[in-house]
């Protein structure tokens, strides 16, 4: 049977995740058998965790506490993982993942402390067992520098991406708190390069993981 496998794309806003997937969904559509392959986002992936998107993303109304937050990314990740990820893992696919359980290490354990960094694996274990990337993709950026990309951005900023400068460097320590940790699944990449130099490396690095696990 083929082995699935699971990328993740981290880091901060305007790092370029977005970016990154969408010109690896052009390299795939073009060099690969695209049914290999399934593309989700956090929070979402399933018609009730994008839901939960809105709400957290969105939602001024009446504006969540921090633990809500934390519990309603969870909420959603339990969602994606055993009604997407993980059955399309057992069928042998590639699951490409905008964010995972390190955005929430970064955003709800550094930056609002909510839990710490160690609370929030252990809940993350107990929520979604040992479901974790075997390739994340950290583009790494100074909140500075992402904060100048972002005022060249005209669509509306969501509820996190308002956050300021010292909560984004707080989210940089988080992600460098993980990829230190869980050293053996980070490719650590330099934001500032051309998207179509990342893209060279991602691909790259994708084919060597996908050659290894044959
Ligand atoms: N390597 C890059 N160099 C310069 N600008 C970039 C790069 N990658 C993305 N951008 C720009 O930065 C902004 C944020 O990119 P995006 O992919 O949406 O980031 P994310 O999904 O991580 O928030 C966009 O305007 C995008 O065009
Ligand atoms: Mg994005």
Known sequence: MKKGLFISFE???ACGKSTQIKLLKEYINKYKNKDDFVFVREPGGTPLAEEIRKLLLNYEDDKPLPMTELLLFCAARVENVYKVVKPALENGKIVIADRFYDST???????????????ILSLTKT??????????????ISPEK???????INE????????????????SKGYDYIANLEKQRFCIIDATK????????????????????L
């Open 156 to 171: 509306d900023l969501d509820r996190i991406e308002k956050e300021g400068l010292e909560f984004h460097r707080l989210v």
């Open 194 to 213: 051309t998207p179509n130099e990342i893209s060279a490396q991602i691909i790259e690095t994708i084919n060597k993981k996908m050659e290894e696990n």
């Open 146 to 152: 992402a904060f100048d990309r972002k005022k060249n």
């Open 105 to 119: 290490i970064a955003y709800q354990g550094m930056a609002r402390k909510i839990m710490s960094a160690k609370q």
């Open 127 to 140: 929520i979604i067992g040992n479901v974790s990337p075997d390739l994340t993709f950290y583009l790494k």
């Open 11 to 13: 880091g901060g806003e």
